[in-house]
Structures are given as C-alpha cells and as structure tokens.
DNA sequence: CTGTAATCGAGACGGTACGTCGAGTCTTTGA
DNA sequence: TCAAAGACTCGACGTACCGTCTCGATTACAG
C-alpha cells in the first residue's frame, strides 16, 4: 500500500531471493532517524542507506524517491500516536484532540518532514494521494468519532437524514478537521509558539461557541 | 532589511560601484518566474539567474540562499495584495480576509513556495525571523484593524486598559491569526480543496459565533 | 600505477561495478585532442569530460586534477614514440635520439603541456614522481641503452668495474641525458626554432667530441 | 617596452593625474612575493592587487594579463643578476655562466614562473616576444661576451670574415646557448637535480672538448 | 585659482570553470 | 532473483578569479 510495488504478496515471480523484511524495517527507521538529525532539506538516500546498512539499490527497489520514503516513514508514527479515548465531555474531546496533533507536530521528525511532503504534493499527484491516506485521513478520523460521540451525547444535533444529510455532515467534519489541524499547524510552524495547555483551552472555547451556537 | 546584508541604508561602505537596483528587481521577478514554472523543488538558483540577466554571483552577493531569495520573492506579493478595505461589518470584513489569504495562497508560486519555506525554517532560526517580518506580520496587520474597526463599531467588546488588558489583546489577535489562517492553508495545501465563497461564509460563521459569544 | 589510486591490481574490493577501461582510453584521448585544440592554459576538464562522453565524477575519480591527467595523457605519446633502433654507429643513434626527443616536442600536444606541467611539479612532489616515472625514466632508457650499444661497439670505454663503477656511469648518464634533453627542450620550446637536420648534425658533433675525449 | 602601453614617455595625453611610479615597484614586488609564497598555478591578480596594496584597475590599466605581469616581474631580476666578470679563462668563464643560470634557476619565483610562461608563449606570439627581448636575449650576451673573450685570449679560432662568418658564428652562439641553458634549466627542473660545483666542472669538461676539438 | 583630464581606491558586475555532492541507474560478485 | 558494493551519467551546487564597469575622490597641469 505504501511500497512503489505493493509488497503485500509475493507479486514479483516466486523464485530468486526473498526481500528481506528486516531491510524495510531498518530503513524506515533510519529515514526517522536521519530526520531529526538533518532535517528534509539536508536529507540524502545516500545516507539514509548507510545508516540502514543497506544499499541504495534496495532502498530504490522499494520507494521511488524521498517523498514516497518520507512518508511512509512518518506515517508510522501516525499509526502509533493517534488515538482518542473518550474523555466524558465534547470540551474534553476537543481539547484531547488538538493535544495529540500538536504533540505529533512537536516531534523533530514530523515538524521538519510534514510541511515538506504538503509541498512537494503540490506539484506530484501521486504524492498527494498518499499523504491523504497515510495522514489526513487517519487524523480525520478522530474529528468523526469525537463528533459521533458529542452526538450521542446530545452536545451536538444529529446529522440529517438521506443523502442531503450524509453530504451536510462530511462538509461539516471537513470544516472542523482543516479549522484545528490548521490551527495547531499554524501556531507551530509558521507563528512558531508552543501549544500549551491554554493555547488549547482557549482554542477549544472560541471553537465549541462556533460549534454549538448555529447548527 | 530583506537581504542578507541589511541593504536598508548604504551599510557597506559608500565607495565602489553600487548595487544595480534594477538587478534585484529582475531577480524577484524571475524567482516569481521560475517557481509558477518549475515549483519549488526544481527551482536552481543558476536558473533563475539566467532569466534575470544576471551572473549568479550578483545573486549569491545579496541571498544566502534559495530560501531567503524565495521569501523575499514571495513576501512582495503579500505588500502588494494584502489590503482591508472597510466593508461595513465584521463578517464582510473576515470574509474579505479569508478570501484574500485564499487568493494568495492559490497563486502557484505561494502554493509551491509557502510551506516548502517553512519546512525549511524549522532548522534555521535566522529563516524564521525572515518569515516572521517578511509574511507573518504582514497577514496579522490584517487581523488587528480588522478587529479595531469591528470594536469601534461596536461589534466586538474593547481591549482591557491597563499593560494586562494589552497583552490579552495581542493574545487574542495570535490566537485568531493562527485559527483563520492556519485553515485556509491547511484547506487549500493539505487537503487540497479550494477555498470557494460557500466554505468561507461557513468557516465565517463559525468563526464568528466564537469570537462573539465568550469574550 | 598512472592513477590516483594506483588500479594497478584490485586495491578497491572486488566487489562493485569494475571501471570502465574503455573511459579511461576515451579520456586520455580526448585530454589530448583538447590540448591540442586549447592549449595547456584553456584546457579545462569540464570539456574533456564532454569530448570524452564521460562524467565530470568519472574523471576526478580515477585523476586529482589537470596536470596529473596531462601527464598520464602526453606520457602514452612517450611510450608509443620512444625507441632506438641500431643505426650503426654512435653518431647516427645520438643523431637519432636528438631527432626523436624534438618529434615529440614539436607534436602541439607535448609542446605546449610538457613545461606546464614542469612549472606546476616545482610545488608539488607527488607531481614531480610522477613526471619522473612517465617521462624522464622513458627517456632516459634511450640514453643508457645508446650508451650500451656504443661501449660494445668500442666507441665509448667500458664502465669501471665495482659500486663506484656503477654510480659514475650512472652520473654519467644523467649528465649526457639533461644535456641532450636540455638542449632539445631549450632550442624549441624558449628559443622557439625548430631542431633541423643541420642544428641536430651540429649538436651531435659538439656532443661526440665532448664524449670521446676525455672520459 | 613592458607595459602594455608603452609608458615610455606620456604617450596618453599630457594632462590629467600622472600613473604613480611606486604603484608599479610595489606591483612587481608583490608579484615576486605572491610567486614565491604561491606558485604561478596559484598566484591571483586580485591577491597581488591586495599585496601591493593596489586597485586590481590600476594593474589591469598597465599590463594585460597574468603572464605580461609576470616577465616583467622575473625580467627585473635578470637585469640585476646577469654579469660576467672575465675569470682568465675559457673554462672559468663558463663555469661562471652556468653557475649564473644555475643561481637564477633556483631562486623560488624564477623557478616556478620561467617553464609556466614558456610554456603560456607556445600560443602567444607577443609573449613570445617579451621573453626573448627580457631572458633569452639578456643571457645569451653572457655567451657572446665570453665567446669574444676566449677569441681574444686565442682558446678560440676567430670567426670567419664576411656575412658567412656573422652568420656562421650567430649559429654557434644559438648552439652552444642552448646546449649551456637547457642542460642547466633540464637538470634543475625536470631532472630535479641541484647544480653544483662538480656538476658545472662536468658539463664544463664535456662542452669544452666539444667546443675546442672541432671547429 | 579654476577647469579639465586622467589617475586612484573600492567594489559590484557578467562570465567561466572549479571541484563536490546527491539523485538515480547499471554492472559486477556472491548468496 | 535479490543483495551489497561501487562505478556510472547527469545536473546543480556555492566559490573563486577573471577582466570590465561604475562610482566618488584625488592630483596634476593648462589656462
């Protein structure tokens, strides 16, 4: 799914020498690693490689480039980070969700590698489907289930019924997920502050009144 | 003040032959170029010079880089579109901002250039300075009449008196500045969806049952 | 043993992708095409590069700079050039030599490389061995072996027996080798005339009595 | 005569800011330091500029490149050191004249920049000019002067009478000037050798044999 | 004493080449 | 067939000098 051959089953003839999954492993570890050490722009497949104790041919074999690779290499982290337990209140949601994006934002290895990927995307549409699945979708997630949540709690009105309402409710999600991801994104790299525990309260107050006054 | 060495007043000496104004302005112009043309990642400094009718020396002599040239050329069209015409209520006057960041932002060259920059800045303090006075505090000039205009018509409560009630005050703006335009980047670069007229009375309505409801 | 790093045997592993023997002839060929065409002072690797449909990388790798390069590249002209059939006498192979010795200095190749070279070896010693190996020693071959022939045919005395015997035959050598050689270099490269039958008649007359006189 | 315009006599007008004398003594000083310390391969016009403490215009206005500077720069020293004193005999003399050249070849500046300039007049007529009127022709006055001494001491036979005598001798001169030169320049450069007093008497017992036994 | 005309310093200018580096590809040997 | 190693082509990098140019500021000699 994130390989440039999808590595899934053996699509590649069945004889010859197996890929090694230890090598997957490694790399992607390594590109982390190489991250927060150089940082995108000093970033080389050279190095990452090295580091890897692998050759570039390898590497090469598996992703087409440093974007792919990157973003894979990030991904991970989205997969292991994001999570939302139930925090009994919408407020608490919220507030719980602009934490996890901006402690993800705040490790060294997404702050530098995330707003490079978003722009090498704006030129490569491949690139663009694959950060929409491997992060925008996953983080989309949790503004769906926090807002199933305060729903059934009765902190927001239900989505209306047939087709009109399904499309009502995803422009909604899609409204809320770019106003926090957005915010929290901006307040970190671009203004450059921290998000702090009352960056987030304050945050979450200006959003619940937008949320909850008009439907 | 946008160069490396601070051209603002003859800083270096009075003597020899002075720098050709002409010459920046051919660069600026050819940087614009080549970043509609190629996009950030394939953008080379060799080539823009050569569209500037320039040697690349002239070009390293007031830059120290691609980044730094690239703000600048960019930071020219945030003066030149960037303005707030009085639209006689708080809404029309968000709206007409939130537009404006929207044009700016689907430009080509901003959309490939924006946040490629700021990837760039997370690893270099004297970047991100240039940002911050080059792009930042231009857009939240924006933000501050905006909010003065809507205090005097009454729209929205006065600051506080007193040092206390100052610092509340550019609390505010930043938290503001940091919620409109982290999501008009974060729609139109992340999850790619432009910024029509409809989504920006939505994100406006939201946005102003927050700002006015809780102080 | 002409390279940077000596290929002579397999110093670099065994394993990797073996040089290319046919860069390294293209290259040479073209570094003398180009001197030839330019001159010692335009020659610039970037074009032998091009003329050789080879990488600049290519070239920097196997060679650390011009002058190395010419060497190796003028020195295969000494191989192919250089050897002294009996003519008979000493006259006619001290006549011979003279006029092999100017052939060589008068190819535009040798001529406007060989004392280049000379003047980069005075500050660099590494250069210097390597003139010696690919040039003086070629020569110098010729010298002792007219020598040889000219003691068995009884034209010259034979060598003193023992370790002083050797060493001032070898002195010997050297002087009659910087005279000859000197003399050639001289009349045609700072002098600029051109060594004729007449001069290398004259000259060799000079040097026959001055060799068969006293010993 | 070594400028690039002959600053002879006012040739560019009488009027205007006269060319400052010390300008060019401390230009050629420089250029003789920057030689010994750089090499030819190394020395730059901007860094004798600096040296003499000089606008690299006010170099520029007065020679045309590089190697112009340079002969002059050498040329200088030849005038100073150049003398023959009569020792008594055909051989004193010559060994006098050897050890000249000799001395004059180890000095680091004409070392390093006597091959590169001969070696830069291969494709240059002018340059080649410049050195025959500065070196070639201020050494070979030694040859003569000594050659008329030892006609006149009677080691020599006299020349011939008429235009073939002038002519046959001037050959002679050329001859024995560059067999005397080009072993010296031979050994010391490319052979690598010192010039010392048992070399001298050896080339000196070897020429004279030459010289006297045939005529 | 006042032009006029060439010089001087400084340093920016358009160029050309440098030698290095990274991206991707290709070609070996070995598993 | 894949893996490691490393040479390959290509293109950009940022720097160094080149030789020219434009400045403002000095000199000298001519009137």
Redesign the pocket.
């Known amino acids: 799914m994130s390989r440039s051959?999808p590595s899934s089953s053996?699509q590649?003839?069945?004889?010859?020498?197996?890929?090694?999954a230890e090598?997957d492993r490694a790399i992607l570890e390594a590109t982390r690693a190489a991250l927060v050490e150089l940082g995108w722009g000093?970033?080389?497949?050279?190095?990452?490689?090295?580091r890897?104790?692998?050759?570039?041919?390898?590497?090469?074999?598996?992703w087409?480039?440093?974007?792919a690779l990157v973003v894979d290499a990030v991904a991970a982290l989205f997969d292991e980070r994001l999570e939302l337990p139930d925090r009994g209140s919408l407020r608490a949601d919220v507030e719980g969700v602009i934490q996890q994006f901006a402690a993800l934002l705040e490790r060294p290895e997404t702050k530098t590698a995330l707003m490079a990927v978003v722009s090498e995307a704006t030129r490569d549409e491949a690139l663009r489907g694959r950060i929409r699945s491997a992060v925008v979708d996953r983080q989309k997630r949790l503004v769906i289930m926090g807002r199933e949540r305060a729903q059934a709690r009765g902190e927001l009105p239900p989505d209306a019924d047939g087709e009109d309402g399904r499309a009502a409710a995803a422009h909604h999600v899609d409204l809320i997920y770019d106003v926090i991801a957005g915010a929290v994104v901006h307040r970190t790299l671009v203004s450059g502050e921290r998000v702090d525990a009352g960056w987030a309260r304050e945050f979450t107050t200006l959003l619940l009144a937008g949320l909850t006054s008009a439907p």
Chains 1, 2, 3, 4 share one sequence.
């Open positions: 051959e053996a590649h003839g069945r004889t010859g020498r197996p890929r090694s090598a000093k970033l080389t497949l050279g190095d990452v490689a090295a890897a104790g692998v050759a570039k041919t390898t590497l090469y074999r598996r087409n480039g440093k974007s």
